[in-house]
């Protein structure tokens, strides 16, 4: 299929693209009928349950299941030697590409426990107590090994080594000692020595961010099914049936058309849900015990054993010009990526600098193993981090210049026709017009009170598109059905059913939208990476096109007229051919004699988009700082972007006063701490302190409109970038409310109380 | 040893059998079939499970099957009158309050709770009130939005 | 005949630290062919961990896209989201 549409001619007039209506799932989500992952029951179904490490580093000696398995009630108990043997191997499965056995082990440990929370068994029983009362009878035996949880203690060259195999990769020369740091990766321009001596002012600072989880409310939660034929059902909450199936496939070694996964409401992802941990375990638990098998997270263990995303160091070096020209940029980031490799540093080192031209400079990033969880994809996965660090630099640089900081910003900005610091050339971007958009907001000229400060900072996402099916089914009463493989995260069905309506000249209310399983839609990379709208609606889009085109095809045959005689006009057939003058035709008409033209009417569109248009992100945020106690309130924020075209604006909206809240959270309260022994000491809501509303103003949404060429609406992503630049508008804030440089988060009362006596 | 407990859930009888550990949200969920409630935290610090009892706003995950004997339990699949939304139902489809949904029953519940208690809250009043359901997708914007929008409506309804 | 550059990734562990080619190919497939030929392995790691960026444009998996002399093409490490 090709991947491209041209944009629908200039003066189009869209009618339904850019208007509010209410989403097609509406009802079911305020009335409570929604079925999310633990909603769901299958009759005979048993509970199924998860032994987790109580050690952040050890060797698994012995397991002895004889007496749980004893027990009256158990059905079934796993662990992870049941799984068959998995070579390693690169599996594309969504979030760029993930190792296979790295998977399997996080699901269920082998040799070694790498976390404390790393599961480690699982029992199947007839009731939640007796399914309890198995694990605390399964007999682990454990080998206590010196564990590591912090980046740059993981880094060192005596630190404990999760994987005594493992040699650093990206090195010029191979090393000749094995490593927690998994890999390393540089991106440089020109010449940093060279820059960094012609520049007239310097700042040079040291930033750490803590490990943060996603924080979805809905926990992980499946029911899965493995019937005596091999033919297997899960139902499962997650960014992505067909990822569910892909990876099940794999670690259980099953034919993947013989998994039929039905995706559940999902109660938020982030990035969290784009892989397994519990629905591979379910189908080995269900196969053994010939039932299905029911397993829900508890807030405890989504905690210990899911996302977070990294803790990191992050050094940054900045040279410029007196007049602000930035000249040289040293930036080194160090990435914790849990017990397995695959940090994001890699998008973190290629977004870090994405917003500045700058002549000469270097980025390195690590990749380092750790005693955490495995980290998981997180919005805009890594650009936050190196958005934080590179943020807060740049508005020392403006302090110390004297500067405006969106001037800082707009001399060094990045325009169409300018090699990104990643690479390829810039094209169609809406950065300046973003930056411009804050500088005329009121908040930019708005007075500031006592104890107030101002931040601003900017972040970038480059979206992704990627392979997508869609079909646009015609009903015979002239309504449509429109069918995608994408969960539905935060309202794309309302989306889907917007675009559908556009093109087939319908009220939006016609058209119903469905998230089918993966047998009954062909196959769509998950919901992530800011894709859904933009490549899913792409391909809903072609597919509605595809039936405009059929539907006058009928038309004309009905009117024995060329069917370059019929015109599809605002969802009718308009007939050309004067000497006929036919009235026009309806598309319920034309639907409900479709046997007399052909059959039925539909079109299935399957493609891999691209085309998907990077985006901009401008936060200004103020805050005020209790000088007594520390305590940070913020009292303004205005985020601005540049979202393409907005579908639907509400949901647009949404998106960014979302994400910045999340980022305002990772800012100033949310951390994962450990204790001496790695456990996880505020593993629940009490003491993982994520923003409530009382913590927070309104979020003013602007929505900069660039429309994106290469999306027949002119769409892009825009769920990503709002979390790049929070983290550091509230920490240029808090630096410039207390005169202090803050380099630490979350910057909670104690440390910025802390600052405030230092300084 | 299991427990008969009779209740009012959304001002129907009902009867069920406790476990001595239950929770009334395990009960309303897997007893009751009323999936509407959450569970988020299990811990009282989500709000997903938000019910009210006699009146009463509860984390329905911190109060215990069998303390439900006797009582009157409203939850969110009881807050439409047949198939007609309550106004702030009606007003979170409206303002796009919902991204995911998942927190929507719980802060449904308690922002109806609020508007049964204080007909017109500030903005800092309903920010406190519901202070106990969090919300991951939205950041609460266009939350507080709907709920002022329903108080305001409910209002004007009253009047006329 | 186009040139290449590689932009992050640890290509370089099949290069022995060279980070840009000019390489004889008229499509993306052939021009990971002939730099697999060069770099034993290299084609594979690309197919697997490599995004392409090509005259501006991100593709995930561009191997049908043509190549003139002119393209710019960059090799970045794929992209995922979340």
Not at chain 3, 23 to 32: C, G, H, N, S
Request: hydrophobic share 40%; charged share 20%.
């Amino acid at each position: 299929m090709t991947d491209v549409l041209d944009r629908p001619e200039a003066g189009d007039t869209l009618r339904v693209v850019g208007t509010r209506p209410a989403r097609p799932d509406g009802v079911d989500k305020v009335t409570g009928r929604a079925t999310y992952g633990a909603d769901f029951t299958m009759a005979g179904q048993l509970v199924g349950k998860i032994l987790r490490s109580p050690h952040a580093h050890a060797r698994i000696v012995s397991i002895d299941t004889r007496k749980a398995r004893a027990l009256p009630g158990v059905k079934a108990i796993v662990i992870g030697t049941d799984f068959p043997d998995q070579a390693s191997e690169e599996l594309a499965g969504g979030e760029g590409a993930s190792n296979i056995r790295d998977i399997a082990l996080n699901c269920l440990a082998r040799d070694k426990v790498l976390y404390q929370g790393h599961a480690v068994a699982a029992v199947a029983a007839t009731s939640s107590s007796i399914a309890d009362a198995a694990l605390a009878l399964i007999d682990v035996k454990y080998e206590v090994l010196p564990h590591v949880t912090d980046v740059e203690a993981a880094m060192a060259p005596d630190a404990p080594l999760l994987d005594e195999t493992r040699f650093t990769t990206g090195l010029e020369t191979k090393p000749d000692k094995p490593s927690n740091i998994a890999s390393r990766m540089q991106l440089k321009r020109g010449d940093l020595a060279d820059g960094f001596a012609s520049a007239d002012v310097i700042v040079e600072g040291r930033y750490i961010t803590p490990a943060v989880h996603q924080g979805y409310i809905e926990p992980h939660a499946c029911v899965a099914s493995f019937g005596a034929d091999g033919q297997c059902q899960v139902w499962a909450s997650s960014q992505g049936q067909f990822m569910i199936r892909a990876y099940c496939a794999k670690i259980l070694n099953i034919e993947a058309s013989d998994i039929r996964v039905t995706p559940a409401e999902i109660g938020g992802g982030f990035g969290g849900k784009t892989t397994v941990y519990i629905e591979p375990v379910a189908l080995a638990l269900s196969k053994q015990a010939g039932a299905p098998v029911k397993i829900v997270m508890t807030r405890d263990e989504v905690f210990r054993a899911t996302g977070p995303t990294s803790g990191a160091v992050i050094e940054v070096k900045l040279g410029a010009k007196s007049d602000g020209t930035i000249v040289a940029a040293d930036v080194v980031l160090k990435y914790q990526a849990g017990a397995f490799p695959g940090s994001p540093v890699g998008a973190g080192a290629m977004t870090a600098l994405a917003c500045y031209n700058i002549p000469n400079f270097l980025i390195t990033g690590y990749d380092v193993v750790n005693n955490t969880p495995k980290v998981a994809a997180y919005r805009a996965p890594g650009a936050p981090i190196s958005a934080f660090g590179v943020e807060s630099a740049v508005d020392e640089l403006a302090e110390k210049l004297g500067m405006d900081p969106i001037a800082l910003r707009l001399k060094n900005a990045v325009h169409d026709g300018d090699k990104a610091a990643y690479g390829p050339t810039f094209k169609n971007i809406g950065y300046v017009e973003t930056l411009e958009a804050i500088a005329n907001h009121p908040h930019y000229k708005a007075p500031l009170g006592p104890n107030q400060g101002r931040g601003l900072a900017v972040g970038f996402w480059f979206n992704v598109g990627g392979e997508s099916t869609a079909a646009v089914n015609i009903v015979e009463d002239g309504s449509a059905v429109v069918i995608s493989g994408n969960p539905d995260i935060g309202g794309s069905r309302a989306s889907m059913a917007m675009m559908a309506a556009e093109v087939l000249g319908l009220p939006v209310e016609h058209v119903r939208p469905i998230v089918a399983d993966t047998a009954s839609i062909g196959f769509s990379m998950l919901t992530g990476g800011s894709r859904t709208t933009f490549a899913t609606g792409m391909a809903v889009t072609q597919a509605a096109q595809k039936v405009v085109e059929d539907l006058k095809r009928r038309a004309a045959e009905i009117w024995d007229v060329a069917v370059d005689k019929v015109e599809w006009v605002n969802g009718s057939a308009v007939c050309l051919d004067a000497a006929k003058a036919k009235p026009d035709l309806t598309l319920a008409a034309i639907a409900g004699q479709s046997a007399k033209t052909g059959g039925p009417i539909g079109a299935t569109i399957a493609l891999n988009a691209q085309g998907a248009g990077p985006g901009f992100g401008v936060h200004l945020c103020d805050v005020e700082v209790d000088p007594e106690t520390g305590h940070v309130s913020v009292v303004r924020y205005t985020a601005a972007q540049d979202v393409g075209k907005a579908i639907h604006p509400s949901y647009v909206e949404g998106q960014v006063q979302g994400g910045a809240v999340q980022g305002i959270g990772w800012a100033l309260n949310e951390e994962y701490v450990f204790d001496g022994k790695g456990a996880m000491e505020n593993p629940g809501f009490l003491d993982y302190r994520m923003p409530v509303a009382s913590d927070l103003p309104m979020i003013d949404a602007v929505l900069v409109e660039v429309a994106n060429p290469r999306h027949p609406f002119g769409a892009k992503g825009v769920g990503e970038v709002p979390i790049v630049p929070p983290l550091a508008a509230v920490g240029n804030a808090v630096s410039r409310a207390i005169g202090v440089r803050m380099h630490d988060l979350p910057l909670s009362p104690p440390r910025v109380r802390a600052a405030i006596d230092a300084g | 040893m299991k427990q008969h407990v009779t209740a009012t859930v959304n001002g129907d009888p009902v009867e069920f059998l406790s476990d001595p550990g239950m929770t009334l949200l395990d009960a309303l969920r897997d007893e009751l079939g009323l999936t509407g409630s959450k569970e988020g935290c299990g811990s009282g610090d989500c709000g997903a499970c938000s019910v009210v009892v006699d009146g009463r706003l509860v984390c329905s995950c911190l109060m215990l099957a069998a303390e439900a004997e006797g009582h009157r339990i409203e939850t969110i699949e009881g807050m439409a009158e047949g198939s007609v939304l309550h106004p702030l139902q009606r007003k979170f489809i409206e303002h796009a309050a919902l991204q995911c949904g998942f927190c929507t029953p719980g802060l449904l519940v308690a922002a109806k709770a609020l508007l049964d208690s204080n007909p017109d809250p500030s903005e800092t009043e309903v920010r406190y009130w519901l202070a106990g359901n969090l919300c991951r997708c939205t950041g609460y914007d266009k939350v507080i939005r709907a709920v002022m929008d329903a108080g305001a409506e409910m209002r004007q309804a009253r009047v006329a | 005949m186009p040139h290449v550059v590689v932009a992050g990734g640890d290509c370089i562990r099949f290069t022995g630290g060279a980070t840009s080619f000019d390489v004889e190919a008229d499509t993306v497939r052939r021009l990971i062919g002939a730099l697999d030929e060069r770099y034993p392995g290299l084609g594979e790691y690309i197919d697997k961990r490599m995004a392409i960026s090509i005259d501006g444009e991100i593709f995930q998996d561009p191997g049908h896209v043509p190549l003139t002399p002119e393209t710019e093409i960059y090799l970045i490490p794929k992209i995922g989201g979340g």
